[in-house]
């Protein structure tokens, strides 16, 4: 057989095969999501997420070098209050938890960005993202409280704000109030497809956010649903979004790929709680060879089109890229 073409040559060795790879992946576009708790002298694992832990500001350094030593130097905060009310007043108090933190990371860590997750779920004594009217989230009244908490976290020297809520119209609202305030140059980065996803389970333990009543499927998407991720993807980069995120990404490459198709801004995606406990539990029980697993599925997240990776194995993948064993 006289074979014009044969793919299998590129394939012969590690060097060939390393050097005709499609997808490169950095350091530079992993983020670390980490929670951050009132009180003082705490360093507590996350039942949910085996590793994973939420720090008091006075032991954020244990995480802090870790991530710095690694070449992470990019993460997104979550904020555990020790105070909850109806209207989530804790998230846009000047000496709330986030705000403290991102000053103490500001002094101490200076070459870490920090980005702030801007949501109202943690923070409110009902769990849900907004404000109630009975028992649906007003959606415009959310806005003006969202604004609060965006404003505040700039204030406190948040590098950029990254909106969870999926309230309709807070893109262009965050915006005008981000710029009004005089932070013209800080970005948003949109929580824009973001999934009703039973992948959300671990996190709500984290950060203590799981709603006391109903579920969030007025607000975060079906996800039967294709088509409405590029209408939300679409109206929030018409308002303003500097970044576009799907949430979450294992589910939802196909998601990450027609969005990164469509526009033209880059495109994080968020390996959410549930995607980072199933291979911690499938590997402690032997049952899959965790580093690979962890490898291949980050990859997968970004040869679907994915610039940005918003992941728990953070630490861990800068580890694997910096022995060459992806990237």
Same mark, same amino acid.
């Given at each position: 057989?006289?074979?014009l073409y044969r793919p299998r040559r590129l394939r012969t060795s590690d060097t060939l095969r ?162 009004? *305030?005089?932070?013209?140059? #800080? %970005?948003?980065? +949109? @929580? !824009?497809?973001?999934?009703?996803? $039973? ?60 969005? *990164?198709?469509?526009?033209? #801004? %880059?495109?994080? +995606? @968020? !390996?959410?709680?549930?995607?980072? $406990? ?50």
């Open positions: 057989m006289d074979l390393k050097m005709v790879r499609e997808t490169r992946v950095s350091k530079q576009s992993l983020i670390y999501p980490l929670f951050v708790i009132d009180g003082e002298g705490i360093t507590e694992e996350i039942s949910t997420m085996e590793g994973q832990f939420r720090y008091s500001v006075d032991r954020l350094s244990l995480i802090m070098d870790r991530l710095v030593s690694a070449g992470v130097e990019k993460l997104m905060l979550f904020g555990i209050p020790a105070q909850k009310d109806t209207c989530g007043s804790q998230a846009f108090d000047d000496e709330g938890i986030v705000q403290r933190a991102i000053r103490f990371i500001r002094k101490n860590y200076p070459n870490v960005y920090i980005i702030t997750d801007v949501c109202m779920c943690e923070y409110t004594s009902h769990g849900h993202c907004g404000i109630l009217c009975g028992e649906n989230v007003d959606n415009d009244k959310t806005l003006e409280y969202l604004n609060k908490i965006a404003v505040s976290h700039a204030l406190a020297g948040a590098h950029m704000v990254a909106p969870s809520d999926m309230m309709d119209g807070r893109i262009g609202s965050m915006r005008e109030a981000l710029d009004e *305030a005089g932070f013209l140059n #800080v %970005p948003i980065m +949109a @929580y !824009s497809a973001k999934y009703a996803s $039973a992948f959300y389970g671990p996190f709500r333990e984290a950060a203590g956010s799981a709603p006391s009543f109903g579920d969030r499927k007025s607000y975060q998407m079906d996800y039967h649903n294709r088509k409405e991720a590029l209408k939300e993807t679409d109206l929030d980069v018409s308002e303003g979004a500097d970044i576009i995120m799907v949430k979450p990404a294992l589910s939802y490459l196909d998601i990450i790929r027609e969005v *990164a198709d469509r526009h033209e #801004v %880059p495109v994080a +995606a @968020y !390996s959410v709680s549930g995607e980072y $406990a199933m291979i911690k539990a499938a590997s402690k029980a032997g049952f899959i060879d965790e580093e690979k697993v962890i490898c291949e599925s980050a990859v997968s997240i970004f040869r679907a089109g994915a610039d940005i990776l918003i992941t728990y194995f953070a630490i861990e993948l800068a580890g694997f890229m910096e022995e060459g064993k992806i990237g």
